[in-house]
């Protein structure tokens, strides 16, 4: 196992930065970091810190700073301790002004400038948080989205996803002996998406939850034959509605997310 410190530096919430670096560096195995992350460097006092810190626990720098002087003084520290910098942003916007023909207008955290979509965001997740398991579902035809599954099939985490995306989503949850809220077959507006998974994980995953929070794991919840029959009820209401269904067995959360996102768009593109 290789270790060494990364450290990630942005004149904003380095939201950017730090999705960039996880996502580069998931294609490497055996590697440990330590993450050194660096939101809102905006002046010298703040590069100095910086790199004074990247002195501490020397390592590999990304960056995504825009104004020069912060700039300068964050690469000559870099070079003077011979630590390897990259500013992340660079190379993407120069062959997007290339291609454009465009001039660069560089200001400090620009990229997450409190516009529409940034509100949208805000009232998605105001949405998910308000419609969680069930909750409010008089108001479920305002939803985007509808996502219904039995216990312990990523509903809630999925929703969340989707509402960074500005979705507003809703999850209701599959109970056995109990119907379906009425307002779930009457909407109308938003997509409603069944998530299923494989019963013998389910029973793992709901096994792992009992145990975390010391409940008696002799019950129905984990009962294998249950289970099954708890899932398969579930697919034939999904499929005599006609709801797109989602295996998540395999699928991470944003794996999950990503395919909702596709079929939620394909629906706008069908239906402007």
Not at 15 to 21: I, K, P, R
Request: hydrophobic letters at 40%; one cysteine or more; aromatic letters at 6%.
């Amino acid at each position: 196992m290789k270790a060494f410190h990364i450290h990630l530096v942005s004149d904003s919430t380095g939201e950017t930065v730090s999705t960039a670096a996880r996502a580069s560096l998931v294609q490497f195995e055996k590697v440990e970091t330590t993450e050194h992350v660096w939101p809102m460097v905006r002046g010298r006092n703040q590069v100095q810190e910086v790199v004074a810190g990247i002195e501490a626990h020397p390592g590999f720098v990304l960056y995504t700073l825009v104004d020069p002087e912060t700039r300068k003084i964050l690469e000559d520290g870099c070079r003077r301790l011979q630590v390897p910098s990259i500013s992340m942003l660079d190379p993407i916007v120069t062959a997007l002004g290339a291609y454009l023909g465009a001039e660069v207008h560089a200001r400090p955290g620009r990229q997450h400038i409190m516009d529409a979509d940034y509100f949208d965001r805000i009232e998605a997740m105001h949405f998910v948080l308000n419609h969680d398991d069930g909750q409010l579902t008089r108001d479920l035809n305002d939803a985007d989205v509808v996502v219904i599954g039995v216990s312990r099939t990523s509903k809630t985490p999925t929703c969340i996803y989707l509402a960074n995306r500005g979705i507003k989503a809703a999850n209701i949850p599959v109970v056995p002996g109990f119907p379906l809220p009425t307002e779930v077959l009457e909407a109308e507006n938003p997509l409603i998406v069944g998530l299923t998974e494989d019963p013998k994980r389910l029973v793992e995953i709901r096994r792992n939850r009992l145990r975390m929070l010391k409940q008696d794991e002799q019950t129905d919840y984990v009962d294998s034959e249950t289970v099954s029959q708890e899932v398969n009820a579930a697919r034939r209401m999904f499929a005599s509605h006609g709801w797109p269904v989602i295996d998540v067995t395999r699928r991470s959360i944003e794996e999950t997310a990503a395919h909702i996102l596709q079929l939620y768009n394909r629906r706008q593109e069908q239906n402007p």
